[in-house]
């Protein structure tokens, strides 16, 4: 019979609604049963998409006997970490602090009043990895609270007390940001860098685009070649290996080795997000400095990705699903791998031969059972190119006949804030690339349709009364309070949209709503007494603790890209009186946590930098012109005489200038001597 799940929207927790183990959701009757029968919780939290989620619940929870001890001992949640991010965030510091890191599966044990005694990640059905296996974990922590219950209580205590203390930030410092502070972070990033493959040294590999941001930005601003070639060789890698999908378009969650070859193959939504918007910065400000190869590259996974979004993640109403499984069939990257065999029962033998040579395919492989992930091995000879994308196009259409991986279809509207910013960057880039390639042009227009569709989808149907929004859309209905990330990437989207427009009736309407979404963060979210914004707002279910977003995870820390949205509100004339001091504020108390931890604070010291250099604000009626961070981007050697280019700065305006290189040139003159 399926247990309490089977009533969840959730696609995650309806995965489980068929496990032996007596499963409750979160929530108040779960708690209340807890207490009523003095029993512990075992807290399980994870993702639909979540490889090792999938390998626990076939090997414990579809298990009799490990149920049995579950059911018996325990009062069992499960969580769907994307739709509780809260809970999720709180209890990481568990596994972090029991076993030296986190992750999920989440598996955490809780007394009653929710406070954590133990806690981990994956746990085996018996002995093995160097872990112990769960019964054995069960059984010894059911009788810790069964008999002694004083030594578990103290464990609770000491584990809830560091919760607190390490997420609390130091805001009495006052060290306020620098040139100096943030030219020695990026000096201490590059120190861990890898020059060959990219990405920080080592393996996992992880995309980190607020990191890449960070050093593009500010080699960028300070003419810093080093930077610059952290971010190209990551890129260029990337789009060459496993880890992107050379047939579909689109990003795999990470890659397991260090060449970015083989990856975990999930496909998470803000990763291509953030991705479509960081390649696209690369091709919108690098003018014709970029190499035609890296250009032609950068375009084509731009696009690709692009189109795989509008395909594969795109909700019927216009809003973008969550997440792609890593699984299909029971099997890893089933879906994704190819061998010989498979190459020449679909293509000609000239088509095989240059798929084999160009991606890699050989008898060994690079993956399980022989099989090999496509990579680019070897840039085809230009009279092979044809052949080659007619063999892709077949594979493509041959992998779409094989069982696809499970799709997260909930809508998370910060996710798809990220992605409403990432198309909007895409359709600009594009854009300026169709000179090249004029078919470019139908993918930018696309990127743009569905980066309104989803805007105007999202901001209606997630607004549950004037200025809240819900965390999440499920079956077309709002669900879940708001967090601080659906507030500050909403109104960051907001502005990234309204870079692509003209119409004065629709920009207003944009930046009404960012200014509308940052107050609401300033009435709900904000911490009176110390630095930054809390994570849940005030008004939210109260837990054992209110986390704050201070540092990058997967995606930005929610209080950077606010504070950078107030600081482009406040140029643009959208601010609040009560708002002009406010990233002054907050970043004198937050700047040395990011001196402290570079690499987790990417997203605040891209912040802090605009802080340092201003906001500059452009106003032209030149359909090919942008600004992000300080940077006018434009199409290489566009010229209208006939428009006007009116440059800001710190709230003063200059002559305004005839031309796009004019303008161009007087902003680089800011950026390189900030005022």
């Not at 070639?229 to 260029?236: D, F, G, P, S």
């Not at 080795?257 to 990856?263: I, Q, R």
């Not at 980066?451 to 607004?463: G, I």
């Not at 879940?480 to 502005?495: H, S, T, W």
Request: hydrophobic share 35%.
């Amino acid at each position: 019979m399926p247990n309490r799940l089977s009533h969840e929207t959730s696609p995650y927790l309806l995965q489980h609604q068929n496990n032996l183990v007596d499963w409750f959701p979160w929530g108040p009757d779960a708690l209340k049963k807890a207490k009523d029968e003095d029993k512990p919780i075992l807290l399980s939290v994870g993702y639909s998409a979540c490889h090792w989620c999938h390998v626990m619940e076939h090997e414990s929870f579809e298990n009799p006997s490990i149920a049995e001890l579950m059911n018996k001992n325990f009062i069992n949640i499960k969580v769907d970490r994307e739709e509780r991010p809260d809970i999720d965030q709180i209890y990481q510091n568990v596994a972090q602090a029991m076993q030296q890191g986190g992750g999920w599966p989440l598996t955490v044990f809780l007394t009653p009043d929710l406070k954590p005694y133990y806690g981990g990640t994956y746990f085996p059905p018996e002995d093995r990895y160097g872990r112990p296996g769960f019964p054995r974990v069960l059984t010894a922590l059911s009788q810790a609270y069964r008999d002694n219950r004083a030594a578990v209580v103290e464990q609770s205590e000491r584990i809830s007390d560091f919760i607190a203390k390490n997420e609390k930030v130091n805001s009495q410092d006052g060290l306020a940001p620098s040139l100096e502070g943030v030219r020695d972070a990026l000096e201490r990033l590059l120190e861990n860098m890898d020059w060959v493959n990219g990405g920080m040294a080592g393996a996992p590999k992880f995309p980190n685009p607020s990191l890449l941001g960070f050093l593009w930005r500010y080699g960028f601003w300070m003419k810093h070649p080093k930077a610059k070639e952290a971010v190209l060789i990551t890129l260029r890698q990337m789009a060459k290996g496993g880890v992107y999908d050379q047939l579909g378009g689109g990003f795999h969650r990470y890659s397991v080795d260090e060449t970015w070859s083989v990856p975990h193959f999930e496909k998470m939504l803000y990763d291509n997000a953030l991705l479509l918007k960081i390649y696209s910065e690369i091709l919108l400000s690098c003018g014709n400095d970029l190499s035609k190869t890296d250009r032609g590259l950068f375009t084509e996974v731009l696009s690709d990705t692009v189109q795989y979004v509008l395909r594969e993640m795109t909700d019927p109403e216009g809003g973008f699903f969550s997440a792609q499984d890593a699984d299909s069939e029971g099997e890893e990257g089933k879906f994704f791998a190819w061998d010989l065999k498979d190459l020449n029962s679909y293509l000609t033998k000239d088509e095989a031969e240059i798929i084999s040579k160009c991606f890699g395919v050989s008898e060994l492989g690079n993956f399980e059972h022989g099989k090999t992930v496509l990579f680019r091995k070897e840039e085809p000879d230009l009279k092979h190119l044809e052949i080659l994308y007619k063999a892709k196009e077949k594979l493509l259409k041959e992998r779409s006949n094989r069982i696809a991986p499970g799709l997260d279809n909930k809508l998370i509207v910060s996710w798809n804030g990220l992605m409403i910013s990432g198309l909007s960057w895409a359709a600009l880039a594009l854009k300026g690339e169709e000179i090249n390639d004029s078919s470019l042009s139908d993918v930018s227009i696309q990127a743009l349709t569905a980066a309104w569709r989803a805007w105007t989808f999202v901001s209606r149907t997630a607004e549950t009364s004037p200025g809240r929004l819900s965390s999440t859309i499920q079956r077309s209905k709002p669900k879940g309070n708001g967090y601080l990330d659906d507030y500050a990437f909403m109104a960051a989207a907001a502005l990234d949209l309204a870079r692509t427009e003209c119409d004065e009736k629709k920009l207003q309407d944009l930046y009404q709503h960012a200014r509308t979404w940052t107050q609401s963060v300033m009435d709900h979210f904000r911490d009176s007494e110390a630095a930054g914004y809390f994570f849940t707002s005030r008004d939210h279910e109260l837990l054992i603790h209110r986390p704050k977003t201070i540092f990058d995870q997967a995606i930005p820390s929610g209080t950077a890209v606010l504070l950078s949205v107030i600081q482009a509100l406040n140029e643009i004339g959208y601010g609040k009186k009560e708002w002009e001091s406010e990233p002054n504020l907050q970043l004198n108390r937050l700047f040395s946590a990011a001196m402290r931890n570079p690499y987790g604070c990417a997203e605040l010291l891209s912040t802090s930098a605009l802080l340092i250099f201003g906001v500059v604000s452009v106003s032209t009626s030149h359909p090919d012109c942008i600004i992000r961070n300080s940077i006018i981007y434009r199409k290489s050697g566009v010229e209208n005489h006939l428009s006007e280019f009116v440059v800001c700065h710190r709230q003063t305006c200059l002559q305004p200038l005839a031309t796009s290189d004019e303008a161009w040139h007087v902003v680089l003159d800011h950026v390189g001597n900030p005022l």
